[in-house]
């Protein structure tokens, strides 16, 4: 049996999963978000991060709501990923964690925490 590795992050007071594909070694369906996050038989979270997909010129990430509709990456779930990129060590140096408003300075999306490893 095939073990499958997620790392939780919370960010705003929402917790978030991050689902390798790299290291679990394959893609995370909807119907498999689903499971993962229903709130009676799941773990529980606001939203699935899969990746890193390998794209030109970066890095990107799918991301499921618990329903396991597929959505795209927001300010939260973007911060989430990135740190959890960092933490990873797919990134060199730091990640900065937040979205850059007009000047470039960035704006703060919220704190992210890292709990454990499930």
Do not use: W
């Amino acid at each position: 049996m095939m073990q499958t590795v997620l790392h939780k992050y919370s960010s705003n007071g929402l917790d978030y999963l991050i689902f390798d594909i790299r290291k679990n070694g394959m893609a995370l369906s909807s119907r498999g978000a689903r499971q993962i996050c229903a709130q009676n038989f799941g773990i529980s979270s606001a939203a699935i991060v899969t990746g890193p997909i390998a794209a030109e010129g970066g890095l990107e990430a799918k991301v499921y709501r618990p329903d396991g509709t597929e959505t795209r990456l927001d300010g939260h779930t973007a911060a989430v990923f990135a740190k959890y990129l960092a933490d990873a060590g797919y990134l060199a140096g730091s990640a900065e964690c937040g979205k850059r408003t007009g000047e470039g300075a960035p704006e703060e999306t919220g704190k992210i925490f890292f709990f454990e490893t499930i």
